[in-house]
């Protein structure tokens, strides 16, 4: 199933221009009675072509990506429009200055997706890859292109070894979208499960983490179309139990840093403490004069959130929930390197 396909340009398009259509003329309506972009009544009027703007230029987006030969001086603008659509949860509190900034961003989707030729099969922008479809987006070439190619065959290779969870070899297939960032800027690839898309975030030396990322990736369209229900149920309970496990937390020393941001401090500045008393740590501000203070009781707390992810769980984003804790196990476990004291319980459920 491919992120986006050519059937849905025609079927998304007319409404993608609608909707231009139906924002430009209520902002110049708006703008003509006096009324502020931030005003109720211009979110109220602008409302339904907005959410029309959003969710049909996703699906042209997508279709773009999928199908379109992407000219190199526009590489940027898409994927701009792309993060857009992609990105938009909510109405803009001034609807005035998104339409300025962000006009241009659907004018570039319609061009796109009247006047932009089709990919060619085979060549350096669209290719198969074992039971990959990869759309080159970013145009890379040469040794870069080697190494995204490697990296998606070993991420290949090593889940067609693994033989834990059951079937998982099913989530080889479909379309892998190769982008310069779109979504999830810290992460080298995502999943989108409304429309079972793969995305990989261009890397000019692809290397294990691209690999891991890959994998865990894969791991979630496991998780939300194959996984068997009693296993994630059995699973969830795992999570449950190691997220309540009692973590000794290890506390500041004297002349160690607090791991606090001081406000109005110089971006990452920690102060160091001076001593602890009272039940509070002690440190000078920024300027080294200032004696500031702040409860023992929060650097606990916070403490003891981050060292109880780190050192309960297989990695510190297995702790956000069951699912990326299933995602960050599989993909260590499929690298073969998840430790023991994790490997067991995950061959518990899955095996």
């Known amino acids: 199933m491919a992120a986006g396909s050519e059937d849905d340009i025609p079927r998304h398009l007319p409404v993608l221009k609608g909707a231009y259509n139906d924002m430009r003329g209520a902002i110049h309506d708006l703008q003509r009675r006096g009324i502020a972009g931030d005003d109720w009544r211009a979110r109220n009027d602008t409302n339904r072509p907005w959410v029309r703007l959003i969710e049909d230029g996703y699906k042209v987006a997508d279709a773009v990506l999928s199908t379109r030969s992407i000219p190199d001086r526009s590489r940027k603008g898409l994927e701009m429009a792309f993060r857009l659509v992609s990105n938009s949860r909510r109405m803009p509190k001034d609807i005035f200055k998104w339409w300025d900034k962000n006009a241009k961003r659907f004018d570039l989707l319609i061009k796109a997706a009247e006047k932009w030729p089709p990919k060619e099969v085979g060549g350096d922008e669209l290719f198969t890859l074992g039971p990959f479809t990869v759309h080159n987006t970013v145009g890379a070439k040469g040794a870069e292109l080697d190494s995204l190619k490697r990296g998606i065959e070993q991420a290949a290779k090593a889940i067609g070894k693994s033989r834990l969870p059951p079937g998982f070899k099913k989530v080889l297939y479909g379309d892998i979208h190769v982008v310069p960032r779109i979504a999830n ?92 008393k009272m039940g509070r740590y002690w440190f000078r501000g920024p300027n080294g004069q200032d004696m500031l203070s702040i409860d023992d009781m929060r650097i606990y707390r916070l403490l003891s959130k981050q060292q109880k992810a780190q050192k309960n769980f297989p990695t510190p984003y297995s702790a956000k929930d069951e699912e990326e804790h299933f995602c960050e196990a599989l993909a260590l476990y499929v690298m073969g390197v998840l430790p023991d004291e994790h490997e067991v319980p995950f061959k518990d459920v899955w095996g």
């Open 185 to 276: 800027s810290h992460h080298a690839a995502w999943y989108f499960p409304s429309d079972d898309s793969l995305y990989m975030r261009r890397s000019k030396k692809t290397g294990l983490d691209e690999v891991h990322a890959l994998i865990h990736e894969l791991g979630h369209r496991y998780w939300r179309r194959f996984a068997d229900k009693e296993a994630k149920q059995n699973w969830w309970r795992h999570h449950n139990q190691v997220e309540s496990k009692q973590t000794e937390v290890d506390m500041p020393d004297v002349g160690e840093p607090l791991p606090v941001r001081v406000p109005k401090a110089p971006r990452g500045w920690r102060p160091t403490v001076e001593s602890r």
